[in-house]
């Protein structure tokens, strides 16, 4: 564990220089409690750090002070040594934001097993932190495709949705269908059919821009926001899209074969005020024309008419 050593005093610097690395531990060293707090805030800082109360520049107190108003950054374990014996000097840092308390002189083996207390803590931190991010992983994405899922992708059209509104720019959507899907499971299986989805999603994320976003929409279907995009741009990504799909074939475990989609394609202006649903609605209205006209293509419904982009017919699995 990397700890922070902040005291004035070289000689009781170079005590814990020494007796740190003996325990497993990296020493970084300050002077003063300004460059304490300057050493703090650093990408790797340490997330461990004994801090003497009187120092030069700002306190140690004053240090876990400033240290527990930072917002957005791991937790950092801080350990108080002072001379101080009062019982009121203990509250005092404890309530600064101090995690434990340390009286000089102060025995090695007391200030490691303090240190044990502190890595404990902030390995516990750590997976509490980790497990939180799992949870709200599965909760906003699909668990087979790893995509957004359907609420996910929807509150992500909402918000783009608000700002083209805002803006008074547009957001573009397309909704997608795998062509002939039910084939794929049931000649080969769902072990096969999931390998489908997973390469149709890989993708379809490939092939729009960063700060667009692909969901799972549900089943074979998956919904893609393209903010900022008008007709032209939304039908020229539609024409992408499809050409990955035909570009080569899908590899599963029962073997290879051909998959095209269709995708309905949908747009609202900043002007139009069309919320999410209604724009999901006029591009699944697209999909099922683009299936009705021979699959494998993509259909343009805008302010309730329909424009057409000729593509190739579609290759049967």
């Known amino acids: 564990m990397k ?9 009781a610097r170079l005590l814990l220089e020494r007796l740190l690395p003996q325990w497993g531990h990296e020493v970084v060293v300050a002077c003063d409690g300004k460059h304490a707090w300057e050493l703090l805030q650093g990408d790797d ?14 306190s140690g107190p004053e240090v876990c002070n400033k240290m527990r ?13 002072t001379s101080r014996e009062e019982k009121q000097d203990v509250v005092s840092g404890l309530q600064a934001g101090a995690d434990d308390y340390l009286t ?41 495709t790893r995509l957004s899922n359907r609420a996910s992708i929807v509150d992500t059209l909402r918000r783009e949705l608000a700002r083209s509104q805002r803006d008074g720019g547009s957001c573009g959507v ?18 096969a059919g999931d390998s489908v989805l997973c390469e149709a999603a890989a993708r379809l994320a490939a092939g729009v821009r960063p700060y667009d976003s692909v969901g799972r929409y549900g089943g074979e279907e998956f919904l893609v926001v ?14 992408h899209l499809l050409q990955a ?9 029962e073997g290879t074969l051909s998959v095209t989609i269709s ?17 999901v609605r006029a591009a699944d209205k697209a999909l099922y024309q683009a299936k009705g006209n021979g699959r494998n293509r993509v259909e343009m419904a805008q302010q309730g008419v329909n424009t057409q982009l000729q593509v190739a017919q579609p290759v049967t699995p």
Request: glycine content about 8%; some cysteine.
């Open 69 to 81: 108003k930072r917002v957005g950054r791991p937790y950092a374990y801080l350990l108080l040594v």
């Open 263 to 279: 995708l309905g394609a949908a747009t609202s202006t900043g002007a139009s005020g069309m919320t999410a649903d209604a724009l």
């Open 174 to 191: 397309l909704l997608g269908d795998l062509d002939h899907f039910k084939a794929v499971n049931d000649t080969l299986g769902h072990g």
């Open 104 to 144: 000089k002189p102060f025995y090695p083996q007391e200030l490691n097993a303090r240190l044990r207390v502190g890595v404990r803590i902030l390995e516990l931190e750590d997976k509490l932190v980790a497990a939180h991010e799992v949870a709200q992983f599965r909760a906003t994405h699909d668990e087979l």
């Open 245 to 253: 799909f035909r570009g080569s074939q899908f590899v599963t475990s």
């Open 226 to 239: 393209l903010p900022g995009c008008d007709t032209p741009n939304l039908l020229a990504c539609a024409e």
């Open 45 to 58: 800082a340490p997330r461990l750090a004994v801090l003497d109360w009187m120092m030069p520049g700002m």
């Open 3 to 11: 700890i922070l050593v902040a005291d004035d005093n070289a000689i």
